[in-house]
Nanobody
């Protein structure tokens, strides 16, 4: 059974930083195209960052939605089976519940998410 558990959220002032973690069990993160999603109140869930499986020829490719480019960094620790999202220069519009999941997402993999609130 696959379980994804997100952590690291919290309340931060605009311009601050947070690092989110996603611990996976029952699934090897290195073998999957993974992503961080977020859902703000009243809005649809969106994919904000993704990371491909690593290959010998192409390595690992990351992608970001335009609104977070240059501020967020997705990474993976294959040894610990953890997925990270480093978030810098946070803005109030980054406030949302953040989730990790495969890309495309699988309904049965959604966890509880971690709340990120950016406010002064």
């Amino acid at each position: 059974q696959v379980q994804l558990v997100e952590s690291g959220g919290g309340l931060v002032q605009p311009g601050g930083s947070l690092r989110l973690s996603c611990a996976a069990s029952g699934l090897s993160l290195r073998a999957y195209f993974m992503g961080w999603y977020r859902q703000a109140p009243g809005q649809q869930r969106e994919l904000v960052a993704s990371i491909t499986r690593g290959t010998i020829i192409r390595g690992t490719i990351t992608n970001y939605v335009d609104s977070v480019k240059g501020r967020f960094t997705i990474s993976r620790d294959s040894g610990k089976n953890l997925l990270y999202l480093q978030m810098n220069s946070l803005k109030p519009e980054d406030t949302a519940v953040y989730y990790c999941n495969t890309v495309p997402s699988r309904e049965e993999y959604w966890g509880q998410g971690t709340q990120v609130t950016v406010s002064s």
